[in-house]
């Protein structure tokens, strides 16, 4: 992390003419093409993966590895782009996300200081990046304090999703299939608590874990995709437990001796996130106008 002011982590000086509170689109491109010309060797992907990890953060995004190398420098670009409000973070993020590369390939990859600053100067943007610090140049317009709360319920909720999506994308892009899904398959069993105890028109949510969360929706819902989503949602789960089938929540057989390869492993977690997505937006749906059962994990 760079040393520079810890208000701007929470909100970056105002904008004024040197842009001390907002990257420029064309800055950003530059940023942007900057990556390009460290990413032309065969570690393509993973260079793009590295800014990627590093700009979720100031992007609001949760990272996720692309599926393909092109997939990963489209997605790297738009997490770039979508970090301009608050220059601190992403020089940061630029900065960081480039020295992790050039961990990776130290006789490819130079120094990106000199690089970062001219476009800086370019684009009159008031910082001067002098690591381990971040200098601010000219006098940014004072800071409104902000009087951050304490988290609620639902920020904790929220945050403890984000986690555990990146804790499974972590496994994944470390090989570690098995330890990906099983994350996965927690992070859906969490979610599907938020409907336990959940008043709706045909009766009461009852159960407390998974299985008979999902039981009681597809009994108390019978129209719309509900209904089937659960169900697929059910066969899915069975299947993972099982050890006769994916063997990953309740052991293996081992005289079967089934590897989880990656390929697998990608499709269930990209599944599961798939239907935790789903079940948050139909318990935002299904709540609607009830406060006392609402949980906005979304927002």
């Not at 008043?199 to 089937?228: C, M, N, S, W």
């Amino acid at each position: 992390m760079l040393n520079f002011n810890p208000q701007w982590r929470l909100q970056a000086p105002p904008n004024d003419e040197l842009h001390h509170g907002e990257i420029p689109f064309e800055a950003a491109e530059d940023f942007v093409q900057l990556v390009r010309t460290i990413a032309q060797v065969e570690m393509r992907k993973s260079i793009w993966e590295c800014f990627k990890r590093r700009f979720s953060g100031p992007a609001s995004r949760e990272f996720w590895p692309s599926s393909t190398t092109d997939f990963a420098e489209q997605d790297g670009r738009d997490y770039i782009l979508s970090a301009v409000a608050n220059p601190p973070l992403f020089i940061e993020a630029f900065y960081e996300g480039w020295m992790n590369a050039q961990r990776q390939r130290p006789d490819h990859i130079p120094d990106p200081v000199e690089a970062i600053n001219r476009i800086l100067v370019r684009y009159r943007i008031g910082y001067h990046l002098a690591p381990p610090s971040l200098e601010l140049i000219g006098n940014a317009p004072q800071l409104v304090t902000v009087t951050v709360p304490e988290r609620t319920l639902e920020e904790n909720a929220l945050l403890t999703v984000r986690s555990s999506l990146e804790r499974a994308a972590t496994h994944l892009d470390r090989g570690e299939n098995r330890a990906a899904v099983m994350e996965s398959l927690w992070l859906l069993d969490t979610v599907s608590t938020v409907f336990s105890g959940l008043d709706l028109p045909e009766g009461r949510v009852d159960g407390i874990y998974f299985k008979t969360i999902i039981h009681d929706l597809r009994r108390l819902q019978t129209d719309g995709a509900l209904p089937q989503v659960v169900r697929w949602m059910d066969t899915m789960y069975g299947y993972l437990s099982s050890p006769g089938g994916g063997q990953i929540r309740h052991g293996m057989n081992l005289r079967d001796d089934i590897q989880l390869n990656r390929n697998e492993a990608r499709l269930y977690c990209n599944l599961i996130r798939s239907y935790v997505e789903y079940l948050l937006g139909e318990h935002e749906r299904l709540t609607a106008g009830a406060p006392g059962n609402r949980v906005d994990l979304l927002n």
